[in-house]
């Protein structure tokens, strides 16, 4: 499993955030508890035809438990286009039906539930092919005797705006930043409820780390009472990198450097914050430069005066 994937399953794994993508993006209306979620395996052992035990695994998986269990539910991400992800799909729930039977068999369960599969499409091409039918030819003799079978699908980058502005939870970063129509601006002063992972997310869908550190500038600057952060200039560097990574590397100084340049600190402000070895004299206005460059409205003389 790739580091996006990871990314997004954490994220989604939270009931607060899972709730708020089924809720708001599938079912349009308030019919799921988080409270009432309870993470459920996210394995599920089918054998084939010829006796092949293989294992079939969804990205998050709950089941839904009012006084007794109504469904299982689950979160599928797809980060490419996949053309019979209606036979995928169709394998994650048939197995799951298996096991629910096996539990029957074993008196460990009385009844069938419902399995869902949702489809989280993170790629910036829309998936057509939901239905089963689409993916053959069936001649018309047979068309009464073929089941049709169906996936439902959001695409993320294309979600409209009236459907982003009902989210609730921190997927309303990832739907406005991720987006052919990015909306960043509300959201830049405000801090995820589960920072370290809506950050992680957003760094592997755009490759910027830009959003992890604003969401660390911002929970400083909340700490310290919305004020900017002010004291030791060591002390607040370290805090924020804490905040972004255990690792700092010569890219993440650049990002950090942005990021100062940024919140309106000056070339000679933004030079205490690093020493030679990281940075020379000349190397950070060359990175002033490039920002500005990026950012026109940044009067290019007045930063690089030190005096």
């Known amino acids: 499993m790739g580091q996006k994937d990871l990314a997004e399953k954490k994220l989604e794994s939270f009931n607060d955030v899972f709730a708020d993508v089924i809720n708001n993006l599938f079912l349009f209306g308030d019919y799921i ?36 269990e109504i469904a299982i539910i689950g979160i599928e991400n797809e980060s490419n286009v996949n053309k019979y992800l209606p036979i995928k799909i169709m394998q994650y729930e048939a197995a799951e039906y298996i096991k629910q039977l096996k539990e029957i068999e074993d008196e460990k369960r009385e009844r069938i539930v419902p399995v869902v599969t949702c489809v989280l499409n993170f790629s910036k091409r829309k998936i057509k092919d939901k239905e089963l039918l689409a993916l053959m030819d069936v001649p018309n003799w047979l068309s009464g005797l073929v089941n049709e079978y169906s996936v439902k699908v959001v695409n993320v980058y294309h979600l409209p705006k009236e459907v982003k502005d009902k ?141």
């Open 33 to 68: 508890d988080e409270n009432k979620l309870i993470d459920h395996t996210t394995e599920g052992i089918i054998k084939d035809e010829y006796g092949h035990l293989f294992d079939s695994m969804k990205d998050v998986k709950k089941k839904y438990v009012d006084q007794f």
């Open 167 to 307: 989210l609730q939870s921190d997927f309303k970063f990832v739907a406005n930043v991720y987006s052919n129509e990015p909306d960043w601006e509300p959201y830049k002063d405000l801090v995820p409820d589960h920072i370290e992972e809506c950050g992680d997310v957003l760094t592997v869908l755009t490759n910027d780390y830009a959003y992890k550190e604003q969401f660390a500038f911002n929970l400083e600057r909340r700490r310290n009472g919305n004020m900017v952060v002010t004291g030791p200039i060591e002390m607040e560097r370290q805090k924020l990198r804490e905040e972004v990574t255990a690792s700092v590397t010569a890219s993440d100084n650049k990002r950090f450097a942005f990021l100062l340049f940024k919140n309106g600190h000056s070339l000679k402000d933004v030079r205490d914050y690093f020493t030679e070895e990281e940075f020379s004299d000349n190397e950070l206005e060359d990175i002033f430069r490039e920002f500005v460059r990026i950012n026109k409205d940044i009067p290019l003389l007045d930063g690089l005066k030190r005096n």
